[in-house]
C-alpha cells in the first residue's frame, strides 16, 4: 500500500510540474503594506501569499465577467423594450411579486405601450 500512495504523490508531483511547463509567469510589484497585509490574510486563510493572490485575481476576473454579462443582458432587454415600446409599469410589477412572495395567487401585469 505504501508504494503505491509513493507512486500515486509522485504522479501528482509530476502532472503538477508538467502543469507548470503551460504556465506564464507575471511579475506584478506590490507597495510594502499591501504585501505585508496579504502576507497576513493568507496566513489567517491558512494559505501562501502565492495562493491568496491567484485566488483574489481569479475572483476579480469573475466579478467583471459577471458584470459584462449583466450589461449584455441589460443591452438585450432594452433593445427588446425600444423595439416593442411596450413595459411593465413597476407599481404593477411590484405588486404582483409581493403576492408571489407571500404565496399568493397572483396574475401577472400585461406590457403596455409606453406613453409619450
Known amino acids: 500500500m505504501q508504494g503505491a500512495v509513493t507512486q500515486l504523490c509522485y504522479i501528482r508531483a509530476y502532472e ?3 502543469l507548470e ?5 507575471t511579475t506584478i510589484r506590490l507597495p510594502d ?3 505585508m497585509r ?3 490574510a493568507a496566513k489567517r486563510g491558512g494559505t501562501t501569499a502565492h495562493s491568496f493572490i491567484l485566488e483574489a485575481i481569479a475572483e476579480k ?3 467583471v465577467e459577471r458584470r459584462a454579462d449583466f450589461d449584455a443582458v441589460a443591452e438585450q ?3 427588446g423594450i425600444v423595439a416593442s ?4 409599469a413597476w407599481d404593477d410589477m411590484r405588486g404582483y411579486l409581493e403576492k408571489r412572495m407571500a404565496g399568493e395567487p397572483a396574475k401577472r401585469p400585461t406590457a403596455r405601450k409606453l406613453a409619450r
Open 77 to 79: 432587454r432594452y433593445a
Open 38 to 40: 496579504v502576507a497576513a
Open 21 to 25: 511547463d503551460f504556465m506564464s509567469t
Open 61 to 63: 476576473a469573475e466579478s
Open 33 to 35: 503594506e499591501l504585501k
Open 16 to 18: 503538477m510540474h508538467k
Open 85 to 88: 415600446g411596450k413595459t411593465i
